[in-house]
């Protein structure tokens, strides 16, 4: 079974660029969330997807950013315009069931730099 | 505030002995405590979890947990350190019970360096 993935891997944009990050969750996962680790910081919850529906997206820093999950499958993650502090890792995961406390799967990251 | 406390940022062992790697919470109601680990080039990878039960857990790689109510921790260890067992170790708490507001607040991670 496929694991969490994430594209790009790695991203380097200019500040003011428009970045998109990619993240396919398991297949089946109806549960999808983003997190972001900032300069060695503690990772921090950004938005909860069910389906293709925004659960909670309390943790989204500003309007800079847009999430979306279209037909419930893959999500990306829009920041627009890029600024300095955008700079950090961009966890996504998934998990099966939000009320049975199902294992939330992590991949690998997106590396974003802002420059 | 909902927190999570990893004290070590960085902690190396020589292959072979025990770790214990330290968390504490602030949590208002009754959590969920896990135990990820990321290795170079890879995702977070799930230890071990609690839930209830026996406050002794016992995880993948030969990891275990306890989880102290009284002093609001929830301490990792392992009694022989193998060199693969190098990575960044993360805390993390979430909301117990049902509700569906599953987010996962996290520590600042602890470092293991291995030395052979």
């Known amino acids: 079974e496929a694991g969490v993935t994430q594209f790009p891997s790695h991203s380097v944009i200019e500040k003011g660029q428009t970045v998109t990050l990619r993240c396919d969750p398991i297949?089946?996962?109806?549960?999808l969330y983003w997190y972001r680790r900032v300069m060695g910081k503690e990772i921090k919850f950004l938005l909860h997807?069910?389906?293709?529906?925004?659960?909670?997206e309390s943790g989204m820093p500003n309007n800079r950013f847009l999430a979306e999950r279209t037909g419930g499958t893959y999500s990306t993650l829009k920041v627009q315009p890029a600024e300095l502090e955008d700079s950090g890792v961009y966890f996504c995961?998934?998990?099966?069931?939000?009320?049975?406390?199902?294992?939330?799967?992590f991949g690998p990251g997106t590396r974003l730099t802002v420059l | 505030a909902q927190s999570v406390t990893q004290p070590d940022i960085h902690i190396t062992v020589s292959e072979g002995a025990s770790l214990e790697l330290r968390c504490n919470y602030s949590?208002?109601?009754?959590?969920?405590l896990f135990w990820y680990v990321q290795s170079p080039g890879q995702g977070l990878q799930l230890l071990l979890k609690?839930?209830?039960?026996?406050?002794l857990v016992q995880g993948i790689k030969g990891f275990e947990a306890e989880f102290k109510r009284s002093q609001s921790s929830f301490n990792l260890r392992k009694p022989s350190v193998h060199w693969s067992d190098a990575a960044e170790y993360f805390c993390?708490?979430?909301?117990?019970?049902?509700?569906?507001?599953?987010?996962?607040?996290f520590g600042a991670g602890t470092r293991l360096a291995v030395h052979p």
């Open positions: 993390a708490v979430g909301p117990g019970g049902s509700g569906g507001y599953n987010k996962l607040i």
């Open positions: 997807f069910v389906k293709e529906s925004k659960q909670d």
């Open positions: 949590y208002g109601a009754t959590p969920y």
């Open positions: 609690y839930f209830s039960g026996d406050t």
């Open positions: 297949s089946g996962h109806d549960n």
């Open positions: 995961a998934s998990s099966q069931d939000s009320y049975g406390w199902y294992t939330q799967y």
